[in-house]
């Protein structure tokens, strides 16, 4: 697990009343550019701001990107660089149809 998906899972784990208060902002505020929300104040001052807004800039990325996993209100992204370097959902449909088979793995890491 990534260092920033460790540190959110393991805070809402440690926090779960606060999850649905935090998924909510999170869902709340993804319009919202993410340099003026870095001014605002959170609504807990407890909630890990950072996570929060590494959260909603992952979900930016996500909704033209990875459409089907941005609509999953209840996914935790990794942080937002992991977003960019992975493939979009229409690129990962056409390489899938490249290849016939019932299971095949990518080892490739991306490389």
């Known amino acids: 697990m990534s260092g920033h998906y460790a ?3 393991s ?3 440690d926090y779960p009343e606060e999850k ?3 998924a909510k902002f999170i869902r709340d505020h ?5 340099k003026e929300l870095a001014l605002k104040k959170m609504p807990e001052t407890s909630w890990p701001r950072a996570l ?4 909603i800039t992952a979900r930016q990325k996500a909704r033209t990107k990875i459409p089907d996993w941005h609509a999953q209100g209840d996914v935790i992204f ?4 992991v977003i960019e370097q992975c493939s979009s959902s229409a690129t990962a449909n056409f390489k899938a ?3 016939r088979g019932h299971v095949i793995a990518d080892l490739t890491a991306g490389a």
Do not use: C, K, T
């Open 7 to 9: 540190n959110l899972v």
């Open 11 to 13: 805070y809402l784990q």
């Open 20 to 22: 649905a208060g935090i």
């Open 30 to 34: 993804e319009d919202m550019p993410i």
């Open 52 to 55: 929060i807004l590494d959260q």
């Open 78 to 81: 990794p942080a937002g660089g």
């Open 97 to 99: 149809n490249l290849f």
